[in-house]
């Protein structure tokens, strides 16, 4: 699930992960932010991130994935839906964890630090938070000119890991596709190997593997909402729990 009503593309450049297990589909808001570039975006995003989720579970699918670093409504949406829900940021942030001991995440824009630093504390990692960088290019611009993207998370990702401390380095938006391994490569050319996480094929892969070993968030953690009216919102009928 994309969380904006831009139509970014991710299903189709990521079908290559796919296999007998693993089929992927591709939703995006039909309200809500062209872009998400703060919280105030990610509040505009929320109800339709829920009533997506609904809908995909009614229509069968075993996992979602909500293609934002920020995870708009992610909680909300494990608590409305039985199946996983993984959102890139928190799944990125949590394997840095494990493949380092510091890692640095490379921001779209100045406004974004301290949203990613809160979430950092939230998902209890802020010992293993480095640094958030900027490269302060606009979500809508990235597409626009990779080379120049490319030389600012080169430069950023350099300083992370040489003036913070960072062994891991997170690119900080979904747009940053397919860059992983050339900056790896970049890096490595100024002695500087450290692995470069993606996040939107790692966590699609993730969520694969909690649907093939039947596990989803606990129900205890998030549990499903009341039945009551929610004026003006048109939210999918929930799925019948068992």
Aim: overall charge negative; proline content about 7%; glycine content about 8%.
């Amino acid at each position: 699930m994309v969380p904006t009503t831009t139509k970014f593309e991710f299903a189709g450049v990521l079908r290559h992960l796919e296999g007998p297990d693993l089929k992927l589909t591709q939703s995006h808001l039909s309200r809500g932010p062209a872009s998400i570039e703060s919280e105030f975006d990610e509040m505009f995003a929320g109800p339709e991130v829920v009533a997506e989720a609904i809908r995909a579970e009614n229509a069968g699918a075993d996992a979602i994935v909500i293609v934002c670093m920020g995870d708009p409504a992610l909680h909300p949406a494990r608590e409305a839906v039985t199946i996983p829900v993984l959102g890139i940021g928190e799944t990125a942030m949590h394997y840095a964890a494990m493949l380092g001991h510091k890692f640095s995440i490379l921001c779209t824009l100045d406004r974004r630090v301290a949203n990613y630093e809160t979430k950092a504390r939230i998902f209890g990692l802020e010992s293993k938070l480095a640094s958030v960088r900027p490269v302060n290019i606009p979500v809508l611009d990235i597409g626009g000119d990779h080379s120049t993207a490319l030389d600012r998370l080169v430069d950023a990702a350099a300083a992370a890991i040489v003036e913070d401390g960072a062994d891991v380095i997170v690119l900080g938006c979904g747009c940053f596709q397919d860059m992983d391994r050339i900056m790896e490569g970049q890096l490595r050319e100024r002695g500087l190997a450290v692995p470069v996480i993606d996040s939107p094929p790692l966590t699609i892969l993730s969520a694969a593997a909690l649907a093939r070993t039947r596990l989803t968030h606990s129900k205890h953690g998030y549990p499903t909402p009341p039945a009551k009216e929610r004026s003006g919102y048109e939210i999918p009928t929930l799925k019948e729990r068992g």
